[in-house]
């Protein structure tokens, strides 16, 4: 049990200087572009995009540091790798077919199954549908950028936003209900969240400046972002139903692309602070035992001052 003057000591400590919340671990060192994490659900490895090879493709590495173990390759870029929930697939968008599309390859290795097929662009993409489905944006329809799902071994595609702003990046809850993704419907691109099945969205954040990339925690309490309030991306998290945000990083550098350890207690992310993009984990440990009490980061900063 973590009494109050532990917590001040410990905020202290991890606070100075207040570039982040909770102990970082790196886990690439080369000059490549290592970027995008999405980590497994066994919570013992990142999958991750890399451009070692000069052509960007999906790698996995352990949580615990080592060496990258390739997944995908050939002339066309592989992005944004995002683990199912069975942790059996990683999906992902590629233009190896020509236009780009989402893809699925086996987690531990093999061939690549295509699972959209539309000449237009389908990007952006996660799991749904506590895991049979794939949700994705499009601009199939009359170049409306949308949110869709699909099967994921393919199939019919269904359109999931009709509305003529950008509906983009979107992700599926882990307990199947509801879909999170970025949209500039509101004028600001801004989180926004609606029910699988489609129906009337939810604006979670209220922010000047963009907030994006939604990632669900594996709870569905939670819900870790992308914003730019300073002129660079820092990490954020708010709970997924609506209420105060919480600051995760606080450094000059480019931090994105959040993603969750299954035990909802660490966070896993892409930054340039040392250099190049490298993959990083952070301990949110005592930040998520203060979430219960809406500690934002201003409050924070303002208790170790
Ligand atoms: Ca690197
Ligand atoms: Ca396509
Ligand atoms: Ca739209
Ligand atoms: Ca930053």
Excluded at 256 to 277: H, K, V
């Amino acid at each position: 049990m973590l009494t109050a003057a532990t917590c001040l000591a410990a905020l202290f400590i991890v606070l100075s200087p207040p570039t982040c919340v909770g102990q970082l671990t790196r886990l690439t060192f080369d000059s490549s572009r290592d970027w995008d994490p999405s980590w497994s659900p066994d919570g013992q490895f990142l999958a991750f995009t890399s451009d070692i090879t000069g052509v960007n493709h999906l790698y996995t590495i352990p949580v615990t540091g080592g060496t990258p173990t390739q997944l995908t390759f050939g002339a066309y870029p592989d992005m944004h790798p995002c683990w199912s929930a069975d942790g059996q697939l990683i999906a992902f968008c590629s233009e190896r077919s020509g236009n780009q599309d989402i893809w699925t390859v086996p987690a531990g290795g093999g061939d690549p199954s295509r699972v959209t097929t539309n000449p237009n662009r389908d990007e952006s993409l996660g799991w749904s549908h506590g895991g049979d489905m794939i949700t994705f944006d499009s601009n199939r329809a009359f170049g409306n950028w949308d949110v869709w799902i699909i099967p994921k071994l393919g199939g019919t595609a269904e359109r999931r936003t009709t509305h003529q702003a950008d509906d983009v990046g979107p992700c599926g809850s882990p307990d199947g209900g509801r879909i999170a993704f970025t949209s500039n419907r509101g004028g600001n691109y801004d989180l926004w969240v609606m029910p699988s099945e489609g129906g009337e969205a939810t604006q979670l954040t209220f922010a000047s400046n963009m907030c994006v990339g939604p990632a669900w925690s594996a709870d569905s309490r939670m819900l870790g972002y992308n914003s730019d309030p300073d002129g660079n991306w820092d990490l954020w998290m708010m709970p997924s139903t609506g209420g105060e945000p919480t600051r995760l990083t606080d450094d000059p550098a480019h931090d994105l692309y959040i993603d969750w350890a299954p035990d909802g207690q660490r966070i896993a992310f892409s930054s340039d602070r040392e250099g190049n993009d490298e993959l990083y984990i952070m301990d949110i440990t005592l930040l998520t035992g203060l979430a219960e009490q809406q500690v934002s980061w201003g409050r924070i900063k303002a208790l170790y001052q």
